[in-house]
């Protein structure tokens, strides 16, 4: 037998047991009566709206913050570099939900606990290492001649920016938002706790429908419709970035 | 060589300090229209500052620094009229050959780009790769957009630092008669960096010797190679012997010195390398050492150990200026 097949097994062994078998446990839930009649419920591609603009907003608010801290720490001496990465990962060794309370305790005084502001703000705070990160690993490998030599030809420092490094960088751009935008769609406790009741997103509605055990086919239905968006989009910017050979 | 004298960079005392170093110590150079100069020394001497000050990437803590009588100090880079090639060509990773050439066209909303692009690579023989991306470019043919993508916006000088230092040897020769080539072709002010004294001396209109943040000399190869200012520049600009004569300090290139029957210089042979076309032989007279270049078939019959009688063409040698170091 090949042993270059042999060294496929435990990779597909792994993506079946752990991708394939859920995702068709899911479907076949969601293309039942009940399931399918969640797909027709306007409450459902609501609350898909609500989440599918929150993680817009988040990704964006997270590339505009995230970029400009990539762009330091990649100028920063070698060593004061990895400090300053070991701090942007630092928040990850604190659970989830004592972060979030953190922030209940720092916005509250604020007075803006229970809004949308505060749920995305929490969500921001959240994601934004995994922003940073792959922005950073993009930005560092870039030429230090390449800003240069756009300048001499005549760029501006806009222009330099905008033709030259971010479309450079655009790898470690993408990697930023998928790593952002695919959780943030699906997210619940955070938005729940810092915004409050209104904050309700399509996670929260998953969830429910779930834990209850009442309505786990409608709650498959929309986890469906989330996975579904996400390749989507992915789907979309391939297309659109394969035409100029980015990938 | 050009015998227009307006001048194009011209740098007057230019002093760059870098924690408390002098990497630049008073420079000054008048480089004219069209001319080929180029800026020769070892190894962190300044030249890539100096370049980089002319560019607009760095800026000298004295000095001023001029194109066509313009003074550079308040103009940004991206309004100088100059372009640069660099050592480690810096094309635009995410666009294709043609792109990274018109990026310049471009920006200065130039007219019939596809012509001029097209005219560009052609000129250094690159027509056909339009669309290949850097990655799959060799690093000649890197070397080859990176000029391209500088001639093609028609700057009044073109800046190049060490353009042919990745590249093996070969493909170095082949280059360097081909950049001389569009130079003279498009009448372009070049700069040129290097600290390879065969390639300056080959293609230079006129040599600017540097060491430690200074200009040792300028000159035309000839005066450089044949005139030196100082032992430094001697040393620096091909092999040669310094040798005391009349109470004077004395240069005399190794193809000054031949074999002879009997003379009062006489030494044992010590070394002999053959180079093909050529032979140097060094050979111990007294405590001194001499080099004697002769022609590679006559060098292979002398072995070492043999006793041989030195004749110097003494028209040909060059007496050290007085107190030059
Ligand atoms: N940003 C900097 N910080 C500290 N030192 C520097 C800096 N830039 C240059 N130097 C120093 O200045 C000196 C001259 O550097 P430069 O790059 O101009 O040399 P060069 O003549 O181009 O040498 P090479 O032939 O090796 O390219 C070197 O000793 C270098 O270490
Ligand atoms: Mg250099």
Redo the contacts between chains.
């Keep these: 037998m090949n042993d270059r097949r042999w060294w496929l097994f435990p990779p597909i062994a792994w993506l079946s047991v752990f991708l394939a078998l859920p995702v068709a446990v899911t479907a076949s839930k969601a293309f039942s009566t009940a399931g399918l009649e969640a797909l027709a419920s306007p409450t459902t591609w609501r609350l898909v709206g609500v989440s599918t603009l929150v993680a817009a907003v988040t990704t964006v608010a997270c590339l505009l913050a995230g970029y400009p801290v990539a762009w330091c720490i990649s100028r920063m001496p070698e060593r004061r570099r990895r400090w300053v990465l070991f701090l942007v990962v630092l928040p990850f060794w604190a659970n989830l939900l004592v972060r979030t309370y953190a922030l209940m305790t720092m916005l509250r005084p604020f007075g803006v606990l229970d809004t949308w502001f505060a749920a995305v703000f929490g969500l921001w705070h959240g994601w934004l290492p995994f922003m940073v990160l792959p922005l950073y690993n993009a930005i560092e490998k870039l030429p230090p001649r390449l800003a240069e030599a756009a300048a001499d030809l005549g760029a501006t420092p806009a222009q330099v920016f905008f033709k030259v490094v971010v479309p450079a960088t655009m790898p470690g751009i993408v990697a930023g938002c998928v790593l952002v935008f695919i959780p943030v769609l699906g997210a619940f406790a955070t938005p729940e706790m810092l915004g409050g009741a209104q904050a309700f997103m399509a996670g929260s509605r998953i969830q429910l429908a779930f834990l209850s055990g009442r309505n786990p086919e409608a709650g498959a239905a929309m986890t469906l419709v989330l996975t579904a968006i996400t390749l989507l989009l992915l789907w979309g910017y391939r297309r659109v970035h394969r035409s100029e050979g980015l990938l | 060589m050009s015998s227009r004298s307006r001048l194009s960079i011209v740098a007057k005392d230019v002093v760059r300090v870098i924690d408390g170093r002098r990497i630049l110590d008073g420079v000054s150079l008048e480089i004219r229209e069209g001319e080929f100069f180029s800026l020769l020394g070892p190894s962190g001497c300044g030249k890539t500052t100096l370049l980089r000050c002319i560019?607009?990437?760095d800026r000298p803590d004295g000095g001023t620094l001029e194109l066509d009588g313009v003074d550079l100090a308040r103009v940004?880079?991206?309004?100088?009229d100059?372009?640069?090639v660099?050592q480690?060509y810096?094309?635009?990773?995410?666009?294709?050959v043609f792109e990274n050439v018109a990026?310049?066209l471009r920006?200065?909303g130039s007219s019939s780009i596809p012509e001029k692009v097209r005219e560009a690579l052609d000129l250094v023989s690159l027509a056909g790769a339009e669309r290949r991306?850097p990655a799959t470019l060799s690093g000649g043919e890197q070397q080859r957009v990176a000029l391209a993508?500088?001639i093609v916006?028609r700057p009044k000088a073109l800046l190049l630092d060490e353009p042919l230092g990745a590249l093996d040897l070969k493909l170095r020769k082949g280059l360097q008669v081909e950049l001389r080539r569009i130079q003279s072709m498009l009448g372009m002010t070049f700069l040129y960096v290097t600290h390879d004294q065969d390639e300056a001396l080959s293609m230079s209109d006129r040599i600017a010797v540097m060491d430690g943040g200074k200009v040792r000399q300028i000159g035309t190869p000839d005066a450089v190679y044949r005139r030196p200012a100082d032992e430094f520049v001697a040393r620096f600009v091909g092999a040669v012997n310094i040798v005391d004569r009349e109470g004077r300090r004395v240069v005399v290139r190794p193809e000054s010195v031949r074999l002879t029957e009997s003379s009062d210089i006489v030494g044992a042979v010590d070394s002999v390398s053959y180079f093909g076309a050529r032979s140097l032989l060094r050979v111990a007279v007294g405590d001194a050492t001499w080099l004697v270049e002769l022609p590679g078939a006559v060098g292979r019959s002398v072995h070492a150990g043999a006793r041989v009688a030195l004749a110097v063409d003494w028209n040909e040698a060059w007496p050290l200026p007085e107190g030059a170091s």
């Design positions: 560019a607009g990437f940004p880079t991206h309004r100088r100059l372009n640069m660099f480690s810096a094309l635009f990773p995410h666009l294709d990026f310049g920006l200065a991306k993508r500088a916006t």
